[in-house]
């Protein structure tokens, strides 16, 4: 017995040294060397050179000058990367219904020119709830919106949308989209702050 209790001691050791530290080093290691900006965060960074975000994780932003992302669900107020989840309400939840009605009434309030119906992600929480991306039509949906609030015309905030639009992963996964943060530091770029 005592044997067979070694043998099983060594085995879990060897196994724990194995996967659960040479080769997560091996794979930080390999991961730093190829893909730095990907493996540190996909940190975006402003002009002076501070941190505002990461590529990866949604934030919300509510001013009219900007593009706004899909709602959130995670945490208390929505965009809380410490409680990313789903709001895990289904389709006969009244809960859910509400919110999207209230969801459809702010933004044909806020955005009167845009033309119906709303893109279904304006109103509905992605999986994570932090997803940072929208689909083209989601942002040029919005463009009526942007213009207005930062005086430019529609055009302009339209070919700025069409510029950040991010294409298939290696031409076949995913669906073209946008990534909202970098839309908006693009406009701040070519157009000033919003109001």
């Known amino acids: 017995m005592g044997d067979t209790l070694l043998i099983a001691l060594r085995a879990t050791l060897v196994t724990l040294v194995l996967t659960g530290v040479l080769y997560p080093i091996a794979i930080t290691g390999v ?7 990907r493996a540190n965060g996909s940190l975006v960074t402003d002009p002076k050179g501070r941190v505002i975000g990461s ?4 934030q919300n932003f509510s001013t009219p000058g900007y593009f706004w992302p899909r709602p959130s ?3 208390a107020n929505g965009y809380d990367a410490t409680a990313s989840s789903g709001s895990n309400l289904g389709p006969t939840s009244q809960k859910l219904r509400d919110r999207i009605t209230t969801e459809i009434a702010r933004l044909r309030e806020t955005n009167p020119d845009a033309p119906l119906p709303i893109p279904a992600e304006l109103v509905t929480a992605s999986a994570s709830g932090l997803d940072p991306h929208l689909s083209p ?9 942007v213009a207005r609030a930062r005086g430019i015309a529609p055009g302009r905030v339209a070919a700025a949308v069409d510029a950040n639009i991010e294409g298939r992963d290696l031409g076949v996964f995913g669906e073209p989209r946008v990534n909202v943060l970098l839309l ?3 406009l701040d770029r070519q157009f000033g702050t919003a109001p």
């Open 137 to 145: 039509a989601a942002a040029h949906w919005q463009v009526a919106r």
């Open 184 to 186: 908006n530091l693009a």
């Open 73 to 75: 669900a995670a945490g």
């Open 55 to 58: 590529e990866l994780i949604g």
């Open 31 to 37: 991961a730093q060397i190829l893909f730095p900006y």
